[in-house]
C-alpha cells in the first residue's frame, strides 16, 4: 500500500512560485515519529529553530518563531494582531499580495488607504513619504518580493525610516525573499516580517515563519481589545513558544522537524553562498530565456533571482504549453494572474529547487515544446 | 546528518490526549515528495480526501474537508465563518474546550450566553431546552467528548432537535470523538462540526478535517459583512477543494497524503470495528487502573473510551510519576488541568495508540513507579 502511494504521486520538478522541492533530508526529518507539543524534546526543537530563524531573518528579535499556518496565515497573524477596527492603515500596492495584506487589513476593521504601482513596477521612497505626510498611519503593508509580478522592491531601509518618522510601523512581506535574496529585519529597522515554509527554505508547507519587533510587540501589548482570532494570537503562541510553555494548540512536531533541518541546510551553505547560488542560476535561466524569445518583463535593476516573470508572445497558447510541461515533463511553472495573466509565466528557482539542472531540464522541455 | 536526526528524536509511547501515534505507512505517505497546490494529483487527492471523510463524519455534506490548521483552527473556522458581531451565541460548557468555544465567540464579536455543568458532568437535553426557550439565539456550541475530563455527552440528536425547534444551529466538536466513538453528523443533525488529524485519525498534527451542513452554508451564503478571517474564510476554502480550484493558500500536499492514508487505514479496518478496538483497550487500562488504586473520575455511563481520566491520590506526586514516565520509560500521558489540575491523569489511547501492548507497557511501567 505505501508502494502505492509512492508511486501514484508523481515526482515533479517544481519551478512555480512555491511550493519548491524538498531535499531528501528534510522529507526524512519531517517523518520522523510524532512526538507531543509539551514534549521537552520539541521545546529544545524551538530554541534551535528560534535561533536558526534569527539568523536567516538577521534579527535579535526574541519573537522570532514559526506559526502553525501558511504564509497566508502569517499574514493574518502580523495585521490581525497589531490592528484594532478603526486604526488607519497604508498598503502599498504593487501585485496581487499586496492587494491582500489591504483586504486583510479591512477584514481586521481598519480603514485601509493604499498607494499604487502597475503590476510589475515598485514604489519610489518619495511615494511614502507624500502618503505618510498626507494623513497619519498606525501602519504600512509593503511586499518585499511581489510573488505575482517577480519585482524586488528596493530601498526598504529609507521606507522603514520614513515610515518611524512618522510614527507608522512598517510590516514587510518577505514571503519569496526570505532565504532567496538578503532580508536583513534589524538593519532595515523592520517592525514584523513573515514569511512561509515552502519558499527559498525548501521546507514543506505548513509553517510561517515570522519575526516581531520591540516596536511592534509595544503596540501589541497595550491593546485595547482582544485580538480577533484566538487561534493567531500572538500572545499566546509566544507564551507556548518562549514562555511557560502553557498549552495553546497541538503544534506539528513533524513540521517543525522538518522546518528545523531546511534552516540548518541554509545556514551550513550560509546565506550569502545561498544568495549566489540563486543568482547564478537566475542568470543561466534569463540568458536561455532570452534566446528562447522570452525577455523577462522585470528590469534587471529590481528583478528577483528567485521568482521570474518571462513576457510570453501573444500568439503563444501559454496554457497549454504549462499543461504539456506538466504532463510530459513533470514540470511545473505557474501562469501569471490578474493584470498579467496570460502575458507572463511564474517561474521559481528556489531554495532546493534553485538547480543548474533545472533552468537545463525547463529550457531543454520549452524549446521542444515551442518548436513542436 | 539524517541520522542524527532520526537518532536524536525520542520513540515516544504516546498515551496523552492527542497527538497519537503514527503508524508506519502514515509517515511514509507523509514524507513523499511535495507538489503543488493545484497540481491535478493533489486536487484528485482532495475528492478521494473528502469521500473518505464523508465516510467518517458519516455525512453527505458537500463542504467536507480538511482545512490547513490544528484542532482550533477548525474551531475557529467554524465560529468565524457563523457568527457575525451582535449575534446571540449559546455556549454549553463542561471543561476547558466547551470554554475556549465561548471565548473565541466572544472575539468573533458574539453576545454569548453559557449553560454549566461542572467539569466531569454532562448536560440534560432539558438544559438546553430551558436556556433556548429563555432566549433566541443563533447557534449552540457543544463539545462531544470534553478533552479536559474525558465525559461525553450523550443525546445529542436530541439536543440538535431542540436547537432546531428554536431556530437555532448546532456546532460539534468532535476533535477527541471522530474514529474513536460514533459521530453521525447527517443522523444527528449537526449543523457544523470539526476535528483535529492527531486524536484519532492518527494522522500527525496539521489539519482539521470538518463538515458544514445546508442549514449552516445558507447562514454563511446571507452574511452581510465579509468575514473576519481571510485565512479561514470558508467560501475561499471551498471553492479551493470542490469549486473552480483558484488560488486561496498553499496546501500542504505532505500532511494531506497523511490524511489520506489515515483515512484509508481507518475505513480499511472498519468504523464499527475501529470504535470496539478504542472499547476492549479502554476497558483492559480501566480494570488496570482501578486494580493500582486509580479509579476513573467519569462513570462507565458517559466516559469516553478514547481518554481515560483517572483520579489520582492526593498524597501522590503526580508531576514526578508522569515526568519519570517520559524519562525513564519514554510513556507520553498528561496531567489534569484546570478545575481537575492535580486531581486526574490524562490517558489516550487513540488511533494507533489504542493497543493492547500500550495499556500493559503503561499499567507495569505504572505500577514499578509508585511502589519504587
Known amino acids: ?50 535561533a536558526l530563524l534569527q539568523q536567516v531573518f538577521q534579527t535579535g528579535n526574541e519573537w522570532t518563531f514559526s506559526i502553525s499556518g501558511t504564509g497566508t496565515a502569517g499574514m493574518e497573524t502580523v495585521l490581525v494582531n497589531l490592528i484594532e477596527p478603526g486604526d488607519f492603515v497604508l498598503c502599498a500596492v504593487k501585485g496581487y499580495f499586496g492587494e491582500r495584506l489591504a483586504e486583510i487589513a479591512t477584514r481586521c476593521g481598519a480603514a485601509v488607504d493604499r498607494i499604487w504601482r502597475p503590476w510589475g513596477e515598485t514604489f519610489t521612497v518619495e511615494e511614502f513619504e507624500y502618503a505618510l505626510t498626507c494623513h497619519k498611519y498606525k501602519l504600512v503593508t509593503l511586499v518585499h518580493t511581489e510573488t505575482s509580478t517577480g519585482a524586488v522592491q528596493g530601498n526598504i531601509r529609507e521606507i522603514a525610516d520614513v515610515a518611524h518618522k512618522h510614527d507608522a510601523l512598517l510590516v514587510l512581506d518577505t514571503v519569496t525573499s526570505l532565504g532567496g535574496v538578503t532580508v536583513d529585519i534589524d538593519a532595515w529597522g523592520i517592525d514584523a516580517a513573515y514569511a512561509a515554509s515552502q519558499k527559498c527554505l525548501s521546507v514543506p508547507p505548513g509553517l510561517s515563519p515570522l519575526t516581531i519587533g520591540e516596536r511592534a510587540r509595544q503596540v501589541i501589548e497595550k491593546r485595547t481589545r482582544p485580538v480577533h482570532s484566538f487561534y493567531l494570537d500572538l500572545n499566546q503562541y509566544a507564551s507556548y513558544w518562549n514562555g511557560a510553555h502553557g498549552y495553546h494548540h497541538t503544534a506539528s512536531s513533524n513540521l ?29 535561466l534569463w540568458a536561455g530565456l532570452e534566446v528562447l524569445g522570452f525577455p523577462p518583463l522585470i528590469p534587471e535593476f529590481y528583478r528577483s533571482p528567485v521568482l521570474t516573470t518571462p513576457r510570453i ?60
Open 256 to 284: 517543525h522537524y522538518a522546518m528545523r533541518e531546511g534552516l540548518r541546510m541554509l545556514l551550513e551553505e550560509g546565506l550569502e553562498n545561498c544568495f549566489s547560488r540563486h543568482k547564478s542560476n537566475a542568470e543561466a
Open 313 to 372: 508572445p501573444v500568439e503563444l497558447e501559454e496554457a497549454r504549453i504549462r499543461a504539456r510541461l506538466l504532463n510530459e515533463y513533470n514540470i511545473e511553472i505557474a501562469g501569471g494572474f490578474g493584470d498579467l495573466r496570460g502575458k507572463v509565466w511564474r517561474i521559481g528557482l528556489m531554495g532546493h529547487s534553485s538547480r543548474l539542472e533545472n533552468v537545463t531540464i525547463l529550457l531543454d522541455a520549452l524549446k521542444k515544446l515551442i518548436r513542436g
Open 1 to 50: 500500500m505505501s508502494k502505492k502511494n509512492s508511486q501514484t504521486i508523481p515526482a515533479r520538478v517544481l519551478l512555480g512560485p512555491g511550493p519548491s522541492m524538498i531535499a531528501p533530508r528534510v522529507l526524512e526529518a519531517l517523518a520522523a515519529p510524532t512526538i507531543g507539543h509539551l514534549d521537552p524534546y520539541l521545546l529544545e526543537l524551538y530554541a534551535e529553530e528560534q
